[in-house]
């Protein structure tokens, strides 16, 4: 157990419809990161937010956002959901802000399994 | 932009073989992280190895140690005693360490299936 939760563990929607990804890191953590495991475009980064603000993004479509709140958590915002977004999302922490020479290794959540229909 | 590669989408091994399994990454980088990371069944992400690219020697953990070649970028994971529990897909990443922000850069893995 890496003291990350995610929820839901798994989540069923059709096109077009809106989902949220909910992260919590471990605590004392202040940097998030969500990445994306599809069969298409392996694992990838999407976003990193480090105490409530925006610090890097990736390969993020418009279509989805995230936020990290002031108690830390953070979600990732799907909309207008194509069968292409089905993937396993998953959410790291570290302690650390991330880059530079300073090492936080990065603690990863279970994942959370998107399906479109 | 940093690539990580892996060539071999696939390699088995007998139980107590041992195995090594390629990765190849392109940076401009000089100051930079390595990582190996394994992803049983269960999609659990696990850190197995790190190497911090400023250190000459390779690091090893228990049964798992790298062999880092800085000038030809080549990072490969060798599994010594190879156990039924070490099934599972390897991925190989890279963190630069200067504004890259932390985020890794992820090989398309390996299946490693090891064979009793």
């Known amino acids: 157990d890496s003291g990350v939760t995610q929820t839901p563990k798994h989540l069923i929607t059709a096109t077009g419809q809106r989902v949220t990804l909910r992260c919590s890191p471990r605590s004392g953590d202040l940097s998030v990161y969500w990445y994306q495991q599809s069969l298409d475009q392996g694992l990838q980064f999407l976003i990193q937010?480090?105490?409530?603000?925006?610090?890097a993004k990736g390969n993020i479509l418009e279509r989805f956002s995230a936020q990290q709140f002031p108690d830390l958590h953070s979600e990732l915002n799907l909309s207008s959901l194509e069968l292409g977004d089905s993937a396993l999302y998953f959410c790291?922490?570290?302690?650390?802000?991330?880059?530079?020479?300073?090492?936080?290794?990065?603690?990863f959540g279970p994942g959370t399994r998107l399906t479109v229909l | 932009a940093q690539t990580v590669t892996q060539s071999q989408p696939e390699m088995s091994v007998q139980e107590a073989e041992t195995v090594t399994l390629s990765c190849t990454y392109d940076?401009?980088?000089?100051?930079?992280?390595l990582f190996w990371y394994k992803q049983p069944p269960s999609r659990q992400m696990i850190l197995v190895i790190r190497?911090?690219?400023?250190?000459?020697q390779n690091a090893t953990e228990n049964r798992f140690s790298v062999n880092f070649q800085k000038a030809a970028k080549s990072f490969s994971l060798k599994i010594s005693d190879s156990q039924l529990g070490d099934a599972a897909m390897y991925f190989c990443a890279y963190r630069g360490g200067g504004t890259s922000y932390g985020k890794l850069t992820f090989g398309q893995g390996t299946i490693l299936t090891v064979h009793p």
């Open positions: 190497q911090e690219a400023y250190k000459q």
């Open positions: 937010y480090y105490n409530g603000e925006e610090r």
């Open positions: 790291a922490s570290s302690v650390g802000r991330g880059g530079g020479p300073t090492y936080n290794e990065q603690f």
């Open positions: 940076t401009s980088e000089s100051d930079y992280y």
